[in-house]
């Protein structure tokens, strides 16, 4: 598994473009190294932390749901809760209510919702 890439816009010092620790399969590799032949390190190292149980991982699963999503798509866009509110015809207290978990968001409302932000309805949920 990949565990952390390191892209540098231009060559590192050493010389590298790409910095890749972790377990990678051979095939995977081997494809690296005849692709970016001067370009990149890989480096295996055992004490690589799994990506799933950092916290970063952790932070980032508990915004993943209906309100953060609401709230991620919004600011996004650039727009206030006063501003979705107007443009999705839904009361900007509504909206508060539903990206703080207060209240839960319907499909009828991820539709009215997502119409407003210009984005599919299923995109509040995934």
């Known amino acids: 598994m990949l565990e ?51 916290d970063i991982y952790k932070d980032s699963m508990k915004r993943m749901t209906p309100a953060g999503n609401l709230r991620d798509i919004r600011k996004r866009m650039s727009l206030t809760q006063k501003q979705l509110s107007e443009k999705s015809g839904v009361a900007r207290q509504a909206i508060s209510d539903m990206e703080n978990g207060r209240i839960s968001i319907g499909r009828k409302m991820a539709q009215r919702l997502a119409d407003a932000l210009e984005t599919t309805y299923r995109n509040l949920f995934w």
């Open 4 to 54: 952390a890439v390191k892209v540098h816009h231009t060559p590192n010092s050493s010389g590298e473009l790409f910095v890749v620790t972790g377990k990678l399969p051979a095939k995977i590799v081997k494809a690296i190294e005849q692709q970016f032949p001067k370009f990149i390190k890989i480096i295996e190292d055992e004490e690589c932390e799994d990506f799933f149980k950092t």
